[in-house]
């Protein structure tokens, strides 16, 4: 068996790793040209559902340096008023479980992390253009004229997936209505001073008037400007870091970054074509009585850091026929960010297809069976994580109206003060919100094993 991986994303580059300890054929081809190329965001929370495929997924001295080269774990979840006014303050459980827990991640970081060990599994400067089913086979072909064939092709490239819009022509994405500015800054003395300390050691929420809201991380990572372990880390947190290859393919260092949302209709007709320097005078523009520390941090950001998100999700999609041809991730349930659960779907996905390729290859059941078993449960939990991370960002939401949306900002702060001065109302509404997270346990025991002696004599008769 041959698998052929469109796109070297999250969730391709996790499934990639799986198969190849399965002892699977895979190749990942990746549009970019080199492993440093492409803007792959900022910060990416991995809840313990993401955690826990990647460390089924992962050779486990990987997993280990992935956890090795997380950020600092956020204390709090804070929401705030555009002056730096605490509206509530949830405190995060602190946790030392590996996997069992929330993380903050740097996405390069993780991009170099999921890259080492695939070396040569992933070809670069590979773009997909079309592919072609011939019974059993499948070929994809390629924009510099190369092709490739296999017998199971996935598509991995994200939310504008060519593999989609070709496979399924009936599955849509539609926008949101809103629109996000996003920018990042070093964190120095300066710019570490400009929010209160517990923004510093959280992940914060701004909610303004007009519906524009903002979201700020501090993340602090375990090396230093230079790329050397800092002082004081020690163990075996330090050899990982110290030996980790990926670490000279990383331009992460300590930053904070932040990320202002709206509805479409207060930023200007052509805010998608704007860049750097112009992006962060937009930003200005629309928060004139905000903090002058929160403006102080958009006027530091680095401008070749900021771009704008026209946010999308897709619609939900009745079952189709499935065949030697699948999708994860993006490609097929693009989600808005409001619940932080994309990349770990991407990741569950990518356990589950692994599994069930595994039973393939085991001779438990054909391929196109363990396809359609693979895509029934992925489009129940994946459309139905698409749906929820919408109520959480549409242009639709009351409090982008321009009357009413005063008086739901104002009942929304006074239900949230309120529940700020009561604990046991506030340790419910956090462990509610962070159950949603990592819910599911059903791959929590899954170990990928090799083929068995005689399996790998039938792969290999030679």
């Given at each position: 068996m041959k698998v052929l991986v469109i796109g070297g994303g999250t969730g391709g580059l996790a499934l990639a790793h799986g198969l190849k300890r399965a002892g699977i054929g895979v190749t990942v081809f990746e549009r970019d040209v080199l492993r440093t190329d492409g803007l792959h965001g900022y910060r990416v929370g991995i809840d313990p559902d993401g955690s826990r495929a990647l460390k089924a997924l992962l050779p486990s001295d990987l997993y280990d340096t992935f956890?090795?080269?997380?950020?600092?774990?956020?204390?709090?979840?804070?929401?705030?008023?555009?002056?730096?006014?605490?509206v509530l303050s949830l405190e995060i459980p602190a946790s030392t479980d590996p996997v069992e827990s929330e993380k903050s991640i740097s996405r390069m970081t993780l991009r170099q992390v999921l890259l080492t060990g695939l070396e040569d599994v992933v070809e670069?400067?590979?773009?997909?253009?079309?592919?072609?089913?011939?019974?059993?086979s499948v070929t994809a072909y390629f924009a510099d004229g190369s092709e490739a064939t296999g017998d199971l092709l996935v598509a991995a490239d994200g939310s504008g997936s060519r593999v989609r819009r070709q496979y399924l022509?009936?599955?849509?994405?539609?926008?949101?209505?809103?629109?996000?500015?996003?920018?990042?800054l070093p964190l120095t003395e300066e710019s570490g001073k400009l929010v209160p300390p517990k923004v510093f050691e959280g992940i914060s929420m701004v909610f303004a008037p007009l519906?524009?809201?903002?979201?700020?991380?501090v993340m602090e990572f375990q090396w230093d400007h230079d790329g050397k372990v800092k002082q004081?880390?020690?163990?075996?947190?330090?050899?990982?870091?110290?030996?980790?290859?990926?670490?000279?393919?990383?331009?992460?260092?300590?930053?904070?970054?932040?990320?202002l949302s709206a509805a479409a209709d207060k930023f200007p007709a052509?805010?998608?074509?704007?860049?750097?320097?112009?992006?962060?005078?937009?930003?200005?523009?629309?928060?004139?009585?905000?903090?002058?520390?929160?403006?102080?941090?958009?006027e530091l950001t680095?401008?070749?850091?900021?771009?704008?998100?026209?946010?999308?999700?897709?619609?939900?999609?009745?079952?189709?026929?499935?065949?030697?041809?699948?999708?994860?991730?993006?490609?097929?349930?693009?989600?808005?960010?409001?619940r932080g659960v994309g990349a770990n779907t991407a990741l569950?996905?990518?356990?589950?297809l692994c599994r069930k390729l595994i039973d393939v290859r085991d001779g438990r059941t054909g391929l196109v069976a363990a396809v359609g078993e693979y895509e029934a449960k992925m489009i129940e939990y994946g459309f139905d994580a698409v749906l929820k991370s919408r109520e959480q960002m549409s242009a639709n939401d009351p409090i982008h109206k321009p009357l009413i949306g005063r008086v739901v900002l104002a009942g929304m702060r006074t239900s949230m003060r309120l529940v700020n001065h009561v604990s046991p109302v506030k340790r419910r509404m956090r462990d509610k919100m962070l159950a949603f997270r990592g819910a599911d346990r059903d791959e929590a025991a899954f170990e990928i094993t090799g083929p068995s002696h005689s399996e790998a004599a039938r792969a290999n008769p030679s």
């Open positions: 956890v090795a080269t997380k950020a600092r774990d956020p204390k709090y979840f804070n929401m705030l008023t555009e002056d730096l006014k605490e670069f400067g590979k773009e997909f253009v079309r592919f072609e089913q011939h019974g059993d022509p009936q599955a849509k994405t539609e926008e949101t209505g809103i629109i996000a500015i996003a920018g990042k519906g524009l809201s903002c979201i700020i991380h004081g880390i020690g163990g075996n947190t330090e050899e990982l870091i110290r030996q980790w290859p990926g670490l000279q393919f990383d331009n992460t260092r300590d930053y904070i970054n932040w990320g052509n805010v998608m074509d704007l860049r750097g320097q112009e992006l962060v005078d937009l930003a200005l523009q629309l928060t004139p009585g905000w903090h002058p520390n929160l403006r102080r941090l958009m680095d401008v070749g850091t900021c771009f704008p998100v026209n946010i999308w999700t897709s619609v939900p999609l009745d079952p189709w026929p499935s065949s030697n041809v699948t999708l994860l991730g993006d490609a097929i349930h693009t989600m808005t960010p409001g569950r996905d990518a356990l589950l």
